[in-house]
């Protein structure tokens, strides 16, 4: 028997679990997701990553119905039975099932599903060491900042730059990396000033990079959110990107050039060790 997941209201084994065949999120992508990290068993930012969640219905019109703690409950029910210390739980809501049609009624009743994923998040060897990203052209929709399962974009550029040899990929749009195709992209300038793009429908507002940027502002870190092009990620003394299954992940080439001397810089360093400290890991 695998792991317990939820589905409409129920615990269930993963190898009992069944979604309709004409659940709009199957058919449309008409379904927004969030992802949680667990640490020590213990939730990560969880209160971001559900008041997004929030967000992205309000945005697409999916009544859930559920408050922000029932959905905290199943997360929790989740990691409970699943005996999870390190990894993630993923939710998925779905506008809900009806015969296929793009047009949809009111009166849907939206599906919630769950599972979690057993991970090693902290002290991996791409943390220590840093990865490469390459770059791409962003070929997804213009509402980036709702998070929907609709991920065949981000999908077609990871697979393309695993294939050239790349650990991950960050998107271009009019000149200017937009993010990575699921994290988000920071460089650090010279002179000490974190670059990060400002929240706009060009972007998924990241848990991970709102949280940093709180630990940012108590330490009197500069962040100047603004748009910088490939170029001036590649010139930067250091860049790094960050994401709920990622935390903060050291980013040490970029495309064919070499960021700083190669190796994750201090700041960065500085960094990583802030965030793991605010989320009760041992540095």
């Not at 650990?167 to 271009?172: C, I, N």
């Not at 962040?223 to 590649?234: D, G, L």
């Not at 040490?252 to 050039?257: A, F, M, P, Y």
Request: aromatic share 6%; glycine share 10%.
């Amino acid at each position: 028997m695998g792991r317990i997941v939820y589905v409409h209201g129920q615990f269930v084994p993963e190898e009992e679990a069944r979604i309709g065949l004409f659940d709009r999120g199957f058919l449309f992508g008409d379904a927004v997701y969030e992802v949680t990290a667990v640490i020590g068993g213990r939730m990560i930012d969880n209160d971001l990553h559900l008041g997004r969640l929030e967000r992205s219905l309000r945005e697409l019109a999916i009544p859930l119905g559920l408050s922000r703690k029932e959905i905290a409950g199943v997360q929790a029910e989740l990691i409970a039975r699943n005996a999870l210390l390190d990894g993630t739980v993923y939710l998925q809501v779905s506008r809900g099932e009806a015969d296929r049609d793009f047009l949809y009624s009111d009166a849907l009743a939206p599906r919630l599903v769950g599972f979690t994923q057993a991970k090693t998040l902290t002290g991996t060897k791409a943390q220590q060491d840093g990865i490469s990203v390459d770059l791409a052209d962003d070929p997804r929709w213009h509402r980036r900042d709702i998070k929907t399962a609709m991920l065949l974009g981000q999908v077609m550029a990871k697979q393309a730059a695993r294939a050239r040899g790349f650990d991950d990929v960050w998107l271009v749009e009019n000149g200017l990396v937009t993010e990575g195709a699921s994290s988000t992209a920071h460089v650090i300038t010279g002179d000490g000033r974190i670059l990060t793009r400002a929240a706009s429908r060009a972007t998924l507002p990241g848990c991970t990079q709102r949280a940093l940027a709180l630990l940012c502002a108590a330490e009197d870190l500069a962040i100047e959110e603004r748009a910088f092009t490939p170029n001036e990620a590649q010139a930067a003394a250091e860049a790094f990107q960050t994401s709920a299954s990622s935390l903060v992940m050291p980013v040490v080439r970029i495309g064919e050039r070499v960021v700083g001397n190669g190796k994750p810089g201090p700041m960065t360093r500085k960094l990583q060790a802030l965030y793991l400290e605010a989320a009760g890991v041992p540095v």
